[in-house]
């Protein structure tokens, strides 16, 4: 089974992601590290939003088919959802032929890997994410700005209404309520939940996660 963690930046999907490796999830992070359009499209949109979010699809086909472990609670720490936001809002009515392509890539890529079993939508205010942003200070985030955060937290909206009108499984967690680094018993607890939820041996992962400290990554260590 794979679950799909949702949510702007800064909002948690990386920590909560860790804690629920601890149990014996197998989670996959994306490593920004390797885009190397990433910065170019902070800087200057229109000229790298294409190439930008091709890379974007490209690497969550490969999280997904390469990492995936059959019988295992797979977490993608960015969900595709995720990818599919920052495309619209980049894009918005511009360069029909471009989004075009990404969206057949998307189609392509459900059509071959499937949709996630679960998808859990992390949620804060956008001005807690811009507090918690500048505190990490990334420097390809250094230029976004609190409307750029609301925009793309619109667009999360509006895809997770949609999966949730399409009968996908959807959770919300607001990590302003819930403290979620270091929170083992948080983790404990949605552990419990996962595993009420699709039958899963909880047992049988903790111990499969205390044999394996490895962390699994989808490249090279990276967290977003």
């Not at 200057?44 to 088919?65: C, D, G, T």
């Not at 994410?129 to 409307?147: A, P, W, Y």
């Not at 819930?178 to 039958?199: C, G, H, K, R, S």
Request: with cysteine; net charge negative.
């Amino acid at each position: 089974m794979r679950i799909e963690l949702v949510g702007g930046l800064g909002i948690g999907k990386s920590t909560l992601c860790r804690a629920l490796e601890n149990i014996g999830f197998n989670c996959i992070y994306e490593n920004l590290k390797t885009n190397p359009f990433l910065a170019d499209c902070f800087e200057n949109p229109s000229a790298f939003r294409f190439p930008s979010q091709m890379w974007f699809v490209l690497s969550k086909y490969h999280e997904i088919r390469k990492f995936e472990k059959p019988g295992a609670v797979n977490v993608l720490d960015q969900a595709v959802m995720n990818v599919k936001a920052y495309t619209n809002m980049l894009f918005k009515d511009e360069d029909p032929a471009a989004l075009r392509i990404i969206n057949d890539c998307f189609d392509y890529m459900e059509m071959q890997a499937g949709a996630p079993d679960l998808i859990v939508n992390l949620t804060c205010s956008p001005q807690e994410q811009m507090n918690r942003i500048r505190g990490r200070n990334r420097d390809h985030e250094k230029s976004v700005t609190l409307e750029y955060i609301t925009d793309l937290q619109r667009e999360i909206n509006m895809l997770v209404a949609m999966a949730k009108a399409d009968g996908q499984k959807v959770m919300t967690i607001d990590t302003e309520a819930v403290y979620l680094p270091d929170n083992t018993e948080y983790a404990a607890q949605f552990a419990l939940q996962i595993a009420d939820m699709f039958d899963v041996d909880l047992d049988a992962l903790m111990e499969s996660g205390a044999q394996n400290e490895d962390v699994r990554y989808a490249a090279v260590a990276g967290v977003a």
